[in-house]
């Protein structure tokens, strides 16, 4: 049974920092693509970043911010998110398999972790 579990969420206030894991269970993550998306209050989802291959992909909005990688060794992803800004508030998801990227837009994806909140303070 394929299975992924966000969590790390909470509530930061602006400039600080948290780190989401993705857990995956019932395939190796390291073998597909990862995605991570986000949903504001009132706003569509939308991609964060995603690993698969040799380099990272980041949406403009998180770039020099955000870092993903990946622990091989216990199946799990992270997405360190540094120097927080309220507009990153929302719910942190993350995906697989990302099949394509097309425009910014992450396609294929069979599979969701719950979701976890992220809540920063200004």
């Known amino acids: 049974d394929v299975q992924l579990q966000a969590c790390g969420g909470g509530l930061v206030q602006a400039g600080g920092y948290l780190r989401l894991s993705c857990a995956a269970s019932g395939f190796t993550l390291n073998d597909y693509a990862i995605g991570w998306f986000r949903q504001a209050p009132g706003k569509e989802r939308e991609e964060v970043s995603y690993i698969g291959g040799s380099t990272p992909v980041y949406a403009d909005s998180v770039k020099g911010r955000f870092t993903v990688f990946s622990d091989g060794a216990n199946n799990i992803v992270y997405l360190q998110m540094n120097n927080l800004k309220p507009e990153d508030t929302g719910v942190y998801y993350c995906?697989?398999?990302?099949?394509?990227?097309?425009?910014?837009?992450?396609?294929?994806?069979?599979?969701w972790g719950q979701g976890t909140l992220v809540t920063v303070s200004s």
């Open positions: 995906a697989a398999p990302v099949r394509a990227i097309v425009g910014g837009t992450y396609f294929g994806m069979n599979y």
